[in-house]
């Protein structure tokens, strides 16, 4: 399978879906949406632009299957599955914040091949398929070289419907309140990421997440040099539901910090 030729025909697609949602923007009104779960908004704009990806990308890649933010609970990842999030950062978008894109990624014989995530209002795509590097607009992206935590700008997002672990999400936020150079919650955790990923964050963490809204982004972080675990420093971030990500510098330092807060919590309870 040819992986870059795919990026490339996903990155026009996602181009046309972005303006078809700025289109669709001008009319949208906040009484469009309603709550699909505790903390949990959706648009008939985040279900219309998932219908029209699964149409094209069915085309791009008969047979495929689809594990997409509004269609989730039919489905499962299998050896070939488009993994979806038509709008990631539904609350900012809803508000008419500017901050949300569309994530799309690949998902082949047990590993995310290819990913595209595509910031709407900007019209920038950060996209990468295994082995070919971080690109955003045909240029190349790294992270960031900063060595130190104390020296890192870090990224996440606070637990909006899981708080069953938030002291110990806390304390991580306390120490980064303390000792980093601050901590930045954008509201699109995709987004998040291939900001880390062209060196803007040094770090990210967050729990609570679902397999579409890191799957591309966290492909993207490695091919740039990036590093990505769970919180016990191993790989099941993309349906574990816990994510950090760094520059791979500070890799150890804040996983060590990170694993600290949550197994000592975890041992207590
Ligand atoms: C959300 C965003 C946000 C994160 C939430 C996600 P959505 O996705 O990625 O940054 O903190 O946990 O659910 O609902 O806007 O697609
Ligand atoms: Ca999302």
Not at 225 to 254: H, R, S, V
Request: aromatic share 12%; charged share 25%; proline share 2%.
């Amino acid at each position: 399978m040819n992986y870059e030729d795919l990026c490339q025909q996903v990155i026009s697609l996602s181009g046309e879906t972005a303006e078809y949602i700025l289109e669709e923007k001008k009319h949208f009104n906040i009484s469009d949406i309603r709550s699909k779960g505790f903390n949990d908004l959706v648009s008939y704009l985040d279900i219309e632009t998932e219908k029209r990806l699964k149409e094209r990308l069915s085309q791009i890649l008969p047979g495929a299957t689809f594990l997409a933010e509004e269609t989730a609970a039919e489905a499962e990842a299998t050896d070939l599955t488009w993994i979806i999030d038509p709008i990631d950062g539904t609350t900012n978008f809803v508000h008419g914040m500017a901050i949300y894109c569309i994530s799309i990624a690949l998902y082949h014989n047990g590993a995310v091949r290819m990913g595209v995530v595509y910031e709407v209002e900007t019209s920038r795509a950060y996209y990468a398929w295994e082995g070919g590097g971080a690109w955003r607009d045909r240029e190349t992206i790294r992270v960031s070289d900063v060595q130190t935590l104390d020296d890192s700008l870090v990224a996440t997002g606070f637990p909006s419907r899981d708080y069953g672990r938030l002291p110990e999400y806390m304390e991580v936020f306390e120490y980064c309140m303390r000792y980093t150079h601050g901590v930045r919650r954008l509201g699109s955790a995709a987004l998040d990421l291939v900001y880390l990923a062209e060196g803007q964050f040094d770090t990210f963490y967050e729990y609570g997440l679902s397999p579409w809204d890191v799957a591309a982004a966290a492909l993207i972080v490695k091919e740039a040099g990036g590093e990505i675990y769970d919180f016990e420093g191993g790989g099941n971030y993309l349906f574990g539901k816990e994510i950090i990500a760094t520059n791979g510098k500070i890799g150890d330092a804040f996983l060590k910090i990170v694993h600290k807060a949550f197994s000592k919590n975890a041992q207590a309870g």
